[in-house]
């Protein structure tokens, strides 16, 4: 009988026992009110920023490919409709990369806030680089801005109300019912935003050439670029011309040097770095896979004697692009590269200058190195324009500018037929379904 | 590369234990045997039959006192039967008087039902449990014991998604509740709630593993399906999608057992696909080229595409490969399996070892499990039980990719070219890219047999349990149970393999962990009495604490130096590597209390508290009530005089239960992850808070009958269910300008209601002759009530819609096919003049009018034969295969004109295309060009309702004086059909298809899915 009570005291001792069993906790994640403490940790989340740069809607493919696929640079010959779509031009709301593209180019324009909402107040003595990562987190909210303005907003136009939603504060308490539904700021408001994101970023980074960051000069390089788009010719040859002049950069003297490394070069003012370990998935979409196969009209475009029409690879009966060639997907995207400055220059002094000659010299620098001889004179402004344009192609084909071009020169209309609305993507249907401030592109449907 | 081993050992054990056999000396004396028939109350048995097992002709009936006389030998075993009574057979021996007791069959009615935490009868029961015995399921060759459920019970849907070996099974009880957390039940093996989620991390297409297959369906008593609320509140927050208890078999006293089954068959697919021959494949494309020139102004010849490739239409000798024959095999199927039970009156054990092989009907793939148990129960004392349950497996599956990924082997056979050989004349593998078709990435047969990839998966399931009598009627039990699965990954992408070429990666390999523990510690109280005057009382009370710790990891590595090696260790470059973990925890307390009142009005409540470390901060615990009250009308005193009725017990219920699988275990937290930049660690935001994030809640009503008549000849039981899910566990949009698209959110709402009824009866039971039928069916009603946003487009083929079932179909209609014309009439749905994506409408869905199953059983002497037919009706398949092996010539890539390439060949049904002006026909005419071609278009989507015989077994048991002869108890041999005949208009493999097991959403797609497989076999059970 003793036997007996002893054994159901234990039994009823385990019967009450209240097991901890409630308390987990996650193993390769931190909650979010604990992650920006200290200097270090705010080099993180930078770093973060650029892998979030890396993911597929953004630079890791598809904002990379898609000017190319939207033009006539690539065709589409694999399964998913959702490339179909961007590849003949008629783009709906519903669009599987249009959708992801806003909300992951969002996602770093979302780190950028938090860090420059953040980077001032973290209590840290050895936070040395404090004004190095606010400027960097300046720089990427530009880039970040400006990528989704060109895919979005009618970037053509500076007098468009079609801008972006500027959000420029974190969300409070990492609370989704906090979220603001905001209206889409103009054209030139959004254009605002972006040169005065790159003001604070070149003012607070001087010194500053890590060219795997946006840096100083990427910035510089950056808001060439944005002046241009913005027809700000004279600050766009200023800035370019600063790149160019003042930078530490120089032009890689083969197109075959440029492309056939994994490294960064000489002429890299901003290489968003991918590595074997953390690998982009160009490889696969342009060569692996029978996705992005070339568009004869492309290789059909370059000059007799064009070193960039070697930068295709044939195999399994198409035309690859080289440019992302290692198999480990280790390619660089050069997010920003010098060739690029010099036909800025050239641009911005041709069309500031109204003289289609103005620029001839930094066109011809860009020519010789592809081993073409000068042009030694251009007759006309329209024919400036086919000059650069076609320049611009067998420069930067495969590398995102495409469809960004043809658009800047209004030529989507003659070139593909296309109609006039489409020069700008249309605001994705989820998010017109819970933003009510949010209004759709014209000429979309609206649900 | 599996392990062939354990087969001869079994063979060895069989011989062993055929040896000692001998014959024994027949004892022929015939005597006179006489007894008395009587119930169990001790009433005689007037009209009993008894009777010579030997001699059928040898016979008589019991008289008015149960008295009766036989004349037998000793060796004679006489049989007494009586309708409504278990039929006895004994073996007369020396004895001249036989007294038998004759038990009541309650098999039906009184049976005895394993519910949560406890049993009852039957007839107690106030809400709506299924029960499958042993019988229904033991020896079908099949891995898991889930596949074996389907058609057995109404309101439970049972699908096999593919036939891939050792896949997982879809089961839907009353219907989906759930959008993006789990709608699949939860199992509790010998009162454990087990792990049965897909635990692999290795990609293989839309297929989940099985982690059910772990378990041997031969060691299972019995299932028990809890359907209603009153029966699953039990379980509380993981209640709402019904419950399976699964009961392992157990020792009984005084009756040593040993066993030995086996059965071994062969298998191949259901169905095949019709495609065209070279010749037929040719003149379709010249055809293409002609229709073009009517419709287009082209001026191409009549032999335009076979002239450019340079081929005869009419040549017998071209090269004619049936890429589906290549692809399929017959494969074999077998299963060995020992058992011994039995004990003493204080000590029972039963225990097995089992051993089951199948080979894939496609090559490249297999399942393979060997599995030991062990059963004990034990009387320490006169007031303590102990027992424990241990059993041990391990399994290893053979796979390949299929579905709608790049490299699976049916999907490349789709519209395999069959002008290209599998092999080259120096029997290398044919390489696609050298031939015309441009469907095939790679060759199929390469796929299938040079990749490698293998789940391995050790599994034991452990229970100890204790069960102290406190007094008469009070008794705790207590148990600690562990659920560890430690299961690896290996794959490997060969060199030789158009996907390591292509990426240049000269073999690539991969090898990942997942270990899983998960613990389990339970106690409650039962409490039986009964008072004067009718009242009766059974409750119980209960804590259970349960926390489950997981880790993975997986490394992948390139550069091999040749096809035959497969461990990393070899390869050049490791690409990747990383470790994780996750935990979960569940703290619960439990009751039920049942009340009977004079056996006449039952009434049962149960109720759970549940606290989960899945959801947020504001609802960490959640309280699940139920219940129910049934009343016996057969019991009261005006139903005395009548003889029709049996039981006649209508039922009613209601209550609330959870489901919180299939959610993030951090779901509720504002996360930062870990990401790498510049090979530098970096920290990105991965999700936004939600701290009200909380369960699903199911609130159903279930209003039932259970009808007995003629003595519980026939049985019917009816109900009518409404289940409303609210606080759907559901990815709401947010603004994107957050940076995040979706967080988790209880919202949303969604609806199943449904009939089902169920009937079972004996039809003869004469005494050579005996045929029971049993039918159930059940028509269930999904629709989505309430979404944050309505419409949701999911995919490229499915939308999640208010006012629509889960699994709608959103595709590209059409009107048809112009007769005039031969083109497709496609909708313009949004009018724009374009026909895109954008004229999508809702088509249909992948949800069943009504389904159910109808089982037959028929012994005569000692033969026995089964069959179960099963059936859906109005279920829709998105057959995207067509849109590949019916592309009618689309030269998706080549130029019309100069070079045509089409995706491949065609199935024989598009020879009823269209051909000429007035032509009637659903199938548009072909063309070089995609104008009648749309991927996402309801032209593929097809009725796929199906009858099937979806098993048949025949038996003979050999009668007991001639097994004792020769020493056995039983000897049974049989040979068995599964999926043997399919009645469908579905064009495709087979109608019972979902390409993407994973997701329910998006049920119903056929594309490039291993289809089921026909088994034939033969087995054998042996009792000594």
């Known amino acids: ?447 | 590369m599996r392990s062939k081993l354990i087969q001869p050992l079994l063979f060895c054990t069989l011989l062993l234990v055929f040896v000692p056999l001998h014959a024994m000396e027949a004892n022929a004396q015939e005597r006179e045997v006489s007894g008395t028939v009587s119930t169990a109350t001790g009433e005689p048995l007037a009209g009993a039959t008894v009777r010579l097992a030997a001699d059928a002709e040898t016979g008589t009936v019991t008289d008015i006192d149960g008295y009766y006389s036989i004349s037998a030998t000793a060796d004679d075993v006489i049989i007494i039967s009586f309708i409504g009574y278990q039929t006895q057979e004994i073996l007369v021996g020396d004895r001249s008087t036989i007294n038998v007791v004759l038990q009541l069959d309650q098999q039906l009615l009184s049976e005895v039902v394993v519910v949560g935490y406890g049993v009852q009868t039957r007839s107690d029961l106030t809400g709506s449990i299924a029960s499958i015995s042993a019988d229904e399921i033991a020896n079908q060759p099949v891995a898991s014991l889930d596949a074996a459920l389907q058609g057995r019970a109404s309101g439970v849907f049972v699908s096999s998604p593919s036939g891939t070996p050792g896949a997982g099974i879809t089961i839907n009880i009353r219907g989906q509740t759930s959008l993006s957390a789990s709608s699949e039940p939860l199992y509790v093996i010998d009162g454990v709630p087990v792990i049965s989620e897909d635990l692999s991390g290795l990609f293989s297409g839309g297929q989940a593993t099985n982690s059910l297959a772990d378990l041997n369906p031969n060691d299972i008593a019995s299932i028990e399906i809890l359907k209603d609320a009153s029966a699953t509140a039990i379980y509380g927050s993981r209640g709402a999608n019904g419950v399976v208890l699964i009961t392992t078999k157990r020792g009984e006293a005084g009756q040593s057992n040993i066993g030995f089954n086996m059965y071994t068959g062969f298998q191949n697919i259901t169905n095949q696909i019709d495609m065209m021959s070279s010749q037929e494949f040719l003149g379709m494309m010249n055809d293409a080229a002609l229709q073009d020139n009517r419709d287009l102004g082209t001026d191409y010849s009549s032999t335009h595409v076979s002239d450019i490739w340079g081929f005869d239409p009419n040549d017998p000798d071209l090269q004619n490969t049936r890429w589906y024959d290549e692809i399929f095999r017959t494969s074999a199927v077998s299963n060995y399996e020992l058992t011994a039970s039995g004990g003493s009156e204080n000590t029972r054990y039963f225990t097995s070892l089992s051993y089951f092989d199948q080979e894939g009907v496609q090559f490249g793939t297999g399942f393979e499990r060997i599995s030991g148990r062990v059963n004990l129960d034990t009387k320490v004392t006169d007031w303590l039980d102990f027992g424990t349950n241990i059993t041990v497996n391990r399994t290893v599956q053979d796979r390949t990719i299929n579905d709608n990924s790049l490299y699976g082997v049916v999907i490349n056979t789709l519209a395999g070219d069959p002008l290209m050989p599998v092999y080259e004349a120096d029997g290398s593998y044919a390489d696609p890219f050298n031939y015309f078709g441009w469907w095939m990435l790679d060759n199929p047969l390469l796929i299938a047999n040079e990749y490698q990839r293998f789940t391995r998966t050790v599994r034991g399931l452990g229970t100890i349990f204790g069960v102290a009598t406190i007094t008469d009627q009070l008794s705790l039990r207590s148990s600690l149970s562990v659920d560890y699965t430690s299961l690896d990954d290996e794959a490997y992408t060969p060199i030789i393999s158009r996907e390591s070429v292509n990426a240049q990666r000269n073999g690539f390999g991969n090898f990942g962990t997942t270990q899983d523990f998960t613990w389990l510690i339970e106690n409650y109280l039962s409490y039986v009495n009964t008072f004067s005057g009718g009242h009766n009382v059974n409750a119980v009370l209960g804590t259970s604490f349960q926390q489950s710790n997981r880790n993975f990891s997986s490394i992948s590595a390139q550069g091999f130096p040749s096809d035959q090696f497969l461990k990393l260790s070899v390869a050049a470059q490791v690409t990747s590597a990383s470790t994780s973990g996750t935990s979960w925890g569940l703290a619960s307390y439990f009751f039920r209390g049942n009340y009977s009142f004079d056996d006449r009005y039952l009434f049962t409540t149960t109720g759970r508290l549940d606290g989960s470390s899945r959801f947020g901060d504001n609802f960490r615990y959640g309280f699940f009530p139920s219940a129910s009250v049934a009343w016996r009308i057969t019991n009261e005193s005006f139903m005395e005089n009548q003889r029709i009725f049996s039981e006649l017990k209508p039922r009613i219920s209601y209550g609330i239960t959870g489901n919180q699988e299939g959610i993030g275990n951090f779901a509720s937290r504002g996360l930062f992850g870990v990401s790498d930049y510049r090979a530098t660690p970096t920290l990105v935001p991965t999700q936004l808070s939600n701290a009200n994030l909380t369960w699903e809640s199911t609130r159903q009503l279930d209003v039932g009958i259970d009808i007995g008549l003629f003595d519980d000849r026939v049985n019917l039981s009816a109900d009518y269910f409404i289940k409303t899910t609210d606080d759907l566990l559901l990815n709401r949009l947010i603004p994107g300008i957050s940076g995040f698209s979706s967080v988790t959110e209880n919202i949303g709402k969604v609806e199943n209601k449904g009939f089902e009824f169920d009937i079972r009866g004996a039809i003869i039971s004469g005494r050579d002759l005996t045929w029971s039928s049993s039918f159930n069916i059940s028509f269930i009603r999904n629709e989505v009530l309430q979404l944050e946003v309505d419409r949701q487009v999911l995919n490229d083929s499915h939308i999640l819609a208010e006012g629509h079932p889960i699994g709608t179909f959103y595709l590209i209609d059409h009107e048809g096919v112009d007769p005039q014309t031969g083109n497709m009439l496609w909708i313009d749905e949004n009018g724009d003049g374009v026909i895109d994506s954008g004229d999508r409408r809702i088509v249909g869905n992948a949800q069943p009018d009504f389904y159910g199953g109808w089982g037959n059983s028929f012994t005569f002497k000692g033969f026995d034969l089964n069959m179960l037919f099963q059936f859906t009706y109005g279920n829709k398949i998105f057959n995207h295969s067509r849109a590949s092996y019916e592309n009618l010539g689309w030269s998706r890539i080549g130029i019309p004109g100069i070079f045509p390439l089409p995706d491949g060949n065609n199935h024989r049904l598009a020879n009823d295309r269209w051909m000429q002006p007035g032509d009637e026909t659903d199938i548009p005419r072909a063309s070089l060009t995609n104008k009648n071609w749309r991927e996402y278009s309801s032209r593929w989507l097809e009725d796929a309702s199906y009858l099937r015989l979806k098993t048949l077994t025949l038996g003979y048991n050999f009668s007991p004086e001639f097994t004792q002869r020769i020493g056995m108890r039983n000897l049974r041999l049989y040979m068995q059909g599964q999926n043997l005949l399919t009645f469908t208009n579905y064009t495709g493999l087979d109608p019972e298809v979902n390409q993407n097991a994973r997701n329910p959403l998006v049920a119903g797609s056929d594309f490039g899915t291993h289809p089921q497989v026909r088994t034939i076999s033969f087995g054998i059970n042996i009792e000594f």
């Open chain 1, 1 to 447: 009988m003793k036997k007996r009570s002893i054994l159901l005291l234990t039994l009823l001792t385990v019967f009450l026992m209240s097991c901890d069993v409630l308390d987990t906790e996650p193993q390769a994640s931190l909650d979010a009110e604990t992650v920006l403490v200290d200097g270090a940790a705010a080099q993180a989340v930078l770093l973060g920023a650029y892998s979030r740069m890396q993911v597929d809607p953004y630079y890791g493919v598809h904002f990379t490919l898609s000017p190319d696929l939207a033009a006539d640079n690539a065709r589409y010959q694999g399964f998913f409709d959702s490339q179909l779509e961007v590849h003949s031009g008629t783009v709906p709301i519903s669009n599987l990369w249009i959708t992801t593209a806003w909300v992951n180019i969002y996602r770093v324009v979302n780190i950028a806030n938090l860090l420059i909402a953040e980077v001032p107040g973290i209590d840290d003595d050895a936070f040395a680089t404090r004004d190095r990562v606010l400027g960097e987190a300046h720089a990427i909210r530009a880039l970040a801005y400006f990528d989704l303005l060109r895919v979005f907003g009618y970037h053509f136009d500076t007098s468009s109300p079609y801008g972006m939603p500027l959000l420029l504060e974190p969300i409070e308490n990492n609370d989704f019912n906090l979220i603001p539904d905001l209206a889409r700021s103009s054209v030139a408001e959004t254009y605002q935003q972006i040169l005065s994101d790159l003001n604070t970023a070149i003012s607070l980074m001087e010194g500053y050439s890590t060219n795997t960051a946006m840096n100083y000069w990427a910035a510089l390089a950056l808001r060439a670029r944005v002046n241009l788009y913005a027809k700000n010719y004279d600050a766009a040859f200023n800035d370019a011309n600063d790149v160019i002049e003042n930078g530490p950069f120089s032009l890689v003297s083969s197109v075959d040097d440029l492309f056939l490394t994994t490294g960064t070069t000489s002429e890299s003012i901003f290489d968003l770095v991918f590595n074997d370990q953390d690998g982009s998935a160009l490889f696969i979409f342009t060569f692996q896979r029978d996705e992005y196969n070339v568009n004869p009209s492309l290789t059909d475009s370059f000059e007799e004697g064009d070193d960039r029409a070697g930068l295709f690879i044939f195999d399994r009966g198409s035309d690859r692009p080289a440019k992302w060639s290692d198999s480990n997907n280790a390619n660089n995207v050069k997010v920003l590269r010098l060739a690029e400055m010099y036909l800025i220059r050239s641009e911005a002094a041709t069309m500031r200058d109204n003289n289609p000659n103005a620029g001839l010299a930094d066109l011809n620098v860009i020519r010789n190195r592809a081993g073409l001889a000068d042009i030694e004179s251009i007759g006309s402004m329209d024919e400036y324009v086919d000059i650069i344009l076609h320049e611009r192609r067998a420069e930067f084909n495969y590398e995102g500018h495409r469809f960004f071009d043809i658009v800047r020169f209004n030529k989507l209309g003659e070139f593909f037929g296309r109609e006039d609305f489409r020069k700008a993507f249309p605001i994705p249907r989820d998010e017109l379904q819970i933003q009510t401030n949010l209004e759709q592109n014209p000429g979309y449907p609206t649900n």
